[in-house]
């Protein structure tokens, strides 16, 4: 039996990311959201209200409403994968929280990650990238803003361009 060597790990560069930023949720079909990146917050939260369990079809599942950036309503999602823990807020309470996975675009990078669905209407910011998501991914520049928005919209910018100039 032939052993393979080890292949070292080459470590992706890190990304500069700013204070805030406009993200994507396909699983939610959300899209240029108010982001705030806190790298005093371990965990990301999600604003959301009327979370709750519920029966679906036999089966228990996680129900909550996201409102969308236009304000047109709130919008039901059902998840069967989801958890609960204690999460300490920024007032430094502890409060139990549900927790889901799905996925994000922050520089054209689908990342999948944990939201704590919380009720953040009080707040500027609809969504809180904490640490954990950041980790081994970025680099916070806290003078800058809105990178991965700026980069998605000169992005679609060039391909426009390049579908009407004729070559």
């Known amino acids: 039996m032939k052993v393979r060597p080890k292949k070292a790990r080459v470590a992706k560069p890190k990304q500069i990311i700013g204070m805030t930023d406009l993200v994507d949720f396909p699983d939610l079909a959300l899209f240029d959201v108010q982001a705030k990146v806190d790298t005093g ?5 999600l604003h959301c209200n009327d979370v709750q369990l519920v029966k679906v079809e036999g089966k228990i599942k996680l129900s909550f409403g996201v409102i969308d950036k236009t304000g047109e309503g ?8 989801f958890s609960q823990r204690m999460i300490r807020n920024s007032f430094g309470v502890a409060e139990k929280r549900y927790v889901i996975k799905t996925r994000i675009v922050l520089f054209g990078r689908i990342i999948r990650a944990e ?10 910011n609809p969504v809180l990238l904490g640490r954990k998501l950041l980790r081994n991914r ?18 679609r910018q060039k391909a426009t361009r390049a579908v009407i100039s004729p070559q």
């Open 41 to 45: 917050a371990y965990t990301s939260s």
């Open 74 to 81: 709130t919008r039901r999602f059902y998840s069967d994968e």
């Open 115 to 124: 939201f704590t669905l919380a009720d953040r209407e009080q707040l500027k």
């Open 138 to 155: 970025f680099v916070v520049d806290v003078s800058q803003k809105n990178l991965s928005y700026t980069a998605k919209n000169n992005s």
